[in-house]
T-cell receptor, first 116, second 115 residues
Framework: EAQVTQNPRYLITVTGKKLTVTCSQNMNHEYMSWYRQDPGLGLRQIYYSMNVEVTDKGDVPEGYKVSRKEKRNFPLILESPSPNQTSLYFC???????????????FGPGTRLTVL | AQKVTQAQTEISVVEKEDVTLDCVYETRDTTYYLFWYKQPPSGELVFLIRRNSFDEQNEISGRYSWNFQKSTSSFNFTITASQVVDSAVYFCALSEAENTDKLIFGTGTRLQVFP
């Protein structure tokens, strides 16, 4: 089954304790992205990756890191989490169809993070 | 600047009523894509539709229909004969061909369908 998976689904942590949220897709998609969802703000892009070893900042990258060592995986790293990073996080992936073409992004199930 | 506005924060209807969710977008690109996603209470994001800027034909899928009007920069979503299972938050989103596949989301409309 084609899917995007995220782990963990729920996480409660404390300020400053490094954490990683994993994201994996089995659709051979080049493009992967992280979004955060906050009440009244919709979803906002944190980071994205066009392919292996190619990553770039989205609209709200502060406090986050990513890596893309393999095509299927795109982990989100919070090196020193703070309470304002409490949010619902989504990973997404899509085919990269080139200039002038955008394919549909498919989302993982979400990770609800609480930073105390 | 690109922007998506969903002015309706919350809508409540009774089952079998028709309901329209509004979406207004702003973009300078001539090539762009519009999407609707559904987020049921379980929290996942479910893809509903993708429409490119060169295709203004309305689309119908079962009880769902979409009305795309470039003249008013709107991409509205109508549910006919609503059902309790339609209760969810619905997001409209914009993606610009020149802007690296980033999805720009509206703030969402929460639809509650009562029996």
């Amino acid at each position: 089954e084609a899917q995007v998976t995220q782990n963990p689904r729920y996480l409660i942590t404390v300020t400053g304790k490094k954490l990683t949220v994993t994201c994996s897709q089995n659709m051979n998609h080049e493009y992967m992205s992280w979004y955060r969802q906050d009440p009244g703000l919709g979803l906002r892009q944190i980071y994205y990756s066009m392919n292996v070893e190619v990553t770039d900042k989205g609209d709200v990258p502060e406090g986050y890191k990513v890596s893309r060592k393999e095509k299927r995986n795109f982990p989100l790293i919070l090196e020193s989490p703070s309470p304002n990073q409490t949010s619902l996080y989504f990973c997404a992936s899509s085919l990269l169809t080139g200039p002038g073409g955008t394919d549909t992004q498919y989302f993982g199930p979400g990770t609800r993070l609480t930073v105390l | 600047a690109q922007k998506v506005t969903q002015a309706q924060t919350e809508i409540s209807v009774v089952e079998k009523e028709d309901v329209t969710l509004d979406c207004v977008y702003e973009t300078r690109d001539t090539t762009y894509y519009l999407f609707w996603y559904k987020q049921p209470p379980s929290g996942e994001l479910v893809f509903l539709i993708r429409r490119n800027s060169f295709d203004e034909q309305n689309e119908i899928s079962g009880r769902y229909s979409w009305n795309f009007q470039k003249s008013t920069s709107s991409f509205n979503f109508t549910i006919t004969a609503s059902q309790v299972v339609d209760s969810a938050v619905y997001f409209c989103a914009l993606s610009e061909a020149e802007n690296t596949d980033k999805l720009i989301f509206g703030t969402g409309t929460r639809l509650q369908v009562f029996p």
